[in-house]
């Protein structure tokens, strides 16, 4: 009988992948990981998701994970880790892993420590600071940059989720190890141009990420009017957990504002166009993928596009400026011809390159050799002084309580 690995997650909460992109992967990730691995699972702020969300909610995520097979433990990490046993400890975003991974060298000496970077949030930061020019948004990324490199430095594996923001890490530290697993998606039947939906644009994406929100601010100031000024007809649906009051505020005749969905596939198969209007950001964008993964043609920027591979003009239309922006979702709105090969050319992309099947391959050869990665040792004086401290609390300091 063969043993299967033992892998703890580690992550701030459940994942919702009905609310955020970014839950999607990770959901589709945990799946894949409980297909072939002894799979558990520890969320360390689920009382703060708890007060967000409610309690139906959040047990409904946590019943989706144990219908995986995962286990899920309670709150708790160290105690996890004293009385667990595992090869590998896998954390969702660096702040998580921050305060746990000299935890896990201690008690787990033996483990492999794997860090999720999901977007490299100082390259996101830096952007955002291009695009404001403010100075303490720029001081902010380099206090970011300084303390999400020293977690990856820490760390055994650093994932990524484009080989572009593998290469950012590694321009930074050529000794990381760096591995990529990009975003999953499952294909759909391609979207079918009606009366209905010929001039209906959509936008999906999370409000808690701030890039979204300064996307569709920008894109209802600058963008839609000219589009509107070609195309009367346009109306736009904006889709995505937590809209703040300024987006609200955006709701017109125009403008529909429907914030969170417990499913987007509706939406998707009837709309023409959807649009990711980012002008900052990092990592790969899953409001992108999903829409052509159910063959609907995209418009987006060049930051849209960062990590993907996608052919702009084929795959993919790109505007960075109002003008261009708004003329690339008007070809697709009036040139039907334009609008199928479009969608067709992004569906056979999201097909060849990150559909479950491809995705699958890069998850297990990651898993099944992790062991052939050095493990990062504690420094030994380090480890004296926390076994003494530990030595010291356990059978001294009670007695003065």
């Not at 992948?17 to 297909?35: I, K, N, Q, T, Y």
């Not at 046993?85 to 033996?110: C, K, M, T, W």
């Amino acid at each position: 009988m063969t043993i299967k690995s033992r892998i703890l997650v580690v992550a701030s909460e459940y994942p919702a992948p009905d609310r955020a992109s970014g839950d999607v992967r990770f959901f589709s990730l945990l799946r894949m990981l409980s297909e072939a691995y002894e799979v558990s699972f520890c969320a360390i702020a689920q009382s703060r998701q708890v007060e967000r969300l409610g309690v139906p909610d959040v047990q409904r995520y946590e019943s989706d994970l144990k219908q995986l097979g995962v286990k899920v433990l309670q709150p708790g990490v160290a105690r996890v880790l004293r009385v667990g046993s595992f090869d590998a400890v896998l954390f969702e975003f660096h702040y998580v892993a921050r305060n746990f991974i000299e935890e896990v060298r201690i008690q787990q000496p033996g483990a492999r420590i794997i860090v999720a970077s999901v977007d490299v949030a100082f390259h996101r930061l830096l952007s955002k600071a291009k695009v404001t020019g403010n100075k303490a948004d720029h001081d902010h990324a380099l206090r970011e940059k300084a303390s999400e490199l020293a977690v990856y430095r820490s760390a055994d594996v650093v994932v990524t989720v484009t080989q572009e923001d593998a290469n950012i890490l590694l321009k930074e530290d050529p000794s990381l190890s760096t591995w990529v697993i990009p975003n999953i998606h499952t294909l759909h039947e391609p979207v079918k141009l009606t009366l209905e939906n010929a001039n209906r644009l959509v936008f999906v994406g999370s409000f808690i990420h701030e890039p979204n929100v300064d996307a569709i601010r920008y894109f209802c100031s600058d963008v839609l009017p000219l589009i509107a000024e070609a195309v009367s007809e346009v109306h736009m649906r904006i889709i995505g957990n937590a809209p703040p009051p300024e987006i609200v505020r955006l709701a017109s005749g125009r403008v529909e504002v429907l914030g969170y969905v417990p499913e987007t596939k509706p939406f998707l198969e009837t709309s023409a166009v959807s649009i990711a209007p980012l002008r900052f950001g990092a990592g790969m964008k899953g409001k992108i993928g999903e829409a052509m993964s159910f063959g609907l043609p995209v418009v987006t920027t060049t930051v849209g596009v960062e990590g993907f591979g996608l052919t702009p003009g084929k795959d993919v239309l790109v505007g960075d400026t109002p003008e261009a922006f708004a003329q690339a979702v008007v070809s697709l709105l009036r040139d039907k011809a334009l609008w199928a090969k479009v969608g067709a050319s992004g569906f056979e992309f999201i097909r060849d390159n990150y559909s479950e099947p491809i995705v699958r391959r890069a998850v297990y050869r990651l898993f099944d050799g992790v062991c052939a990665y050095p493990v990062k040792r504690i420094k030994t004086l380090h480890l004296l002084r926390r076994k003494l401290a530990e030595l010291v609390e356990r059978h001294l300091s009670w007695r003065m309580k």
